[in-house]
């Protein structure tokens, strides 16, 4: 009974675990759900600045200037690093593709709808990796077709540890705090241990405890009845005792008598 009463013991510890760290498991999805939505809006802001820099490079510069211009010409104007330090973001790689190169076949044509966003950018997820689309237009072009488009590629793991990383203190609260209020609920529930009489030893120690009472009991209540009555027939023993007794003096006279 005792080893089925631990056992049982340790398993509900396991499962109050297990919702503790579910409960934990929820609160960090939320907050990595959160840290992704407010990384996307930076990384937005970031692309949108870098194509308003792409458009004026390529407005001045011309439309045959190649990338690696335009990123010397980024790095003198805001600096990169600069830049994305500015908006706390540190990606694994960005790049501009121009809507030109996709026509002559110099990159794929699968980044050709990426050209034409519904909300004016775009954002994929692939393999752990999130990226933000953003196109541009050149400002001396009467066209309203984009001339490229700004592209920006992060990790999304980095985003997990950072989430970590800012929140550590509030998940070790929780572990430490939910743990002492299971522990406490756990000590106002637990059971106090109840003295079954039907069953074992107990009920024959009691019926023997019993028994040896009601004999005590007994044998004081019989000697203070029988103290009493005693006591009342001391009078009357007192003079059956003085009849039994025969005076020698009433003797000889009897017998001068005769």
Known sequence: MRLKSRLLTILVAIGVEFLIFALMGLVFLFQFDRA???????????????????????????????????????????????????????????????????????????????????????????????????????????????????????????????VIADNFLLYAAMIVVLNNQAFIFYLLLRKRKEVVFEKGYLKEHSIGALKIMHKVLGDIIQDHEGGVVNKKDEPLKKKREEKKVISISELIEEKRKK
């Open 36 to 162: 992704k939505t407010e990384f996307v809006n930076k990384t937005k802001a970031i692309a949108e600045t870098i194509g308003d820099q792409a458009s004026s490079f390529y407005s001045l510069k011309g439309e045959d200037t190649t990338s690696n211009e335009f990123f010397q010409f980024l790095d003198e104007r805001l600096g990169r690093k600069k830049l994305f330090n500015t908006f706390d973001i540190a990606p694994e790689f960005f790049s501009i593709v121009l809507k030109k190169d996709i026509e002559k076949g110099k990159v794929a044509g699968y980044f050709m709808k990426d050209f034409y966003p519904e909300d004016g950018y775009s954002v994929k997820k692939h393999k752990g990796m999130i990226s933000v689309i953003v196109p541009f237009n050149i400002r001396a072009s009467e066209k309203s077709e984009p001339f490229g488009i700004v592209k920006i590629d992060s990790d999304t793991k980095s985003i997990a540890k950072k």
